[in-house]
């Protein structure tokens, strides 16, 4: 059986971005998401409900762009649930996401090394 593939630039070459775009974009969505996990996840450990939510707010707009329609949807979700209900609520959806993400930013980084990557 086929892994799950979260990274999709179905919506990115929707837009009509030329190849050095979307690699410029996909750069900055790696850095960002490899930075917005580590930050949400010190967040949560602090009880910071406040820097979780502005995490996933970081996250939600980049993931329609660059994850599978289903990854992004969740985290799109997770952030509306972060800014109406408690903290106690939002970090056990946001670490069970987070495999997922690891293994999103692990095809991100795959795909950015590779050397013709638009595809």
Known sequence: MASQQWFD?????????????????????EQ???????????AIAAEDALKVEHGLHALKGFMPLFAEPGLAQAL???YLTSREQP???????FTALVPN?????????????????YD
């Open 101 to 117: 993400l690891s293994a999103l930013l692990v095809e991100v980084q795959a795909w950015l090394a590779a050397p013709t990557a």
């Open 87 to 93: 903290l106690n609520v939002t970090a056990p959806v």
């Open 76 to 78: 799109t979700d997770l």
């Open 9 to 29: 630039l179905t919506r990115a070459k929707e837009f009509g971005f030329e190849e050095a775009q979307v690699r410029e974009l996909v750069v900055t969505f």
């Open 32 to 42: 960002s998401l490899q930075q917005e996990i580590a930050t949400i996840q010190a």
